[in-house]
């Protein structure tokens, strides 16, 4: 990994802590404990598109790690890192489908995020208490999913943009 990559990798882990703070303070709906926007994963999200593999899975080990030590404990940290394997999976190989809009990518990233947490709260708790949750989690990670990608697509413009500008 060269000098570039490692200042591009610490930035953007520097971002995606700062954004999942933010995040931390922003009540979507406290009637469903643990609902979020996910802002950092937006930073997950431009990985997905303007990095390696590696690149973008490290950076998310980057962002569970520091943010389980930083927000938070170890059963967080399970949630996180479960959420966040398959939701990385799950966007980096949806990337690799032609034509696909980075809205789709993001939903589906969502999606895969709940069904990480799910699958370990199955696994910690039981299975009636998460499966009955389960809906209303994956409601939101679909319409989080959404957002994060329509904000993404502007974002990813502006980048675009800004690099042809530079290139020019």
């Known amino acids: 990994m060269n000098v570039r990559t490692?200042?591009?990798m610490a930035l953007l882990t520097a971002v995606s802590l700062i954004l999942g703070w933010i995040d931390s303070m922003i009540p979507i709906l406290p009637q469903i404990p643990g609902i979020k926007l996910g802002l950092a994963n937006?930073?997950?999200l431009y990985a997905a598109f303007y990095m390696t593999p590696l690149?973008?899975?490290l950076l998310m080990?980057?962002?569970v790690g520091l943010s389980s030590l930083l927000f938070g404990n170890a059963v967080s940290a399970l949630y996180a890192i479960a959420g966040g394997v398959l939701s990385v999976a799950t966007?980096?190989?949806?990337?690799?489908?032609?034509g696909i809009s980075v809205i789709t990518v993001s939903t589906f990233g969502g999606i895969a995020h709940i069904i990480g947490q799910c699958a370990i709260g199955c696994i910690l708790l039981s299975p009636r208490p998460v499966l009955t949750y389960a809906p209303w989690l994956l409601?939101?990670?679909?319409?989080?999913?959404v957002l994060l990608g329509v904000?993404?697509?502007?974002?990813?413009?502006?980048?675009e943009r800004y690099e042809r500008r530079r290139s020019a």
């Open 151 to 159: 904000g993404a697509r502007a974002a990813f413009y502006g980048i």
């Open 55 to 57: 690149e973008t899975v």
């Open 61 to 63: 080990l980057l962002k």
């Open 6 to 8: 490692l200042t591009k």
């Open 139 to 145: 409601v939101c990670g679909l319409l989080t999913g």
């Open 42 to 44: 937006l930073v997950l």
């Open 91 to 98: 966007m980096l190989l949806m990337r690799r489908v032609r």
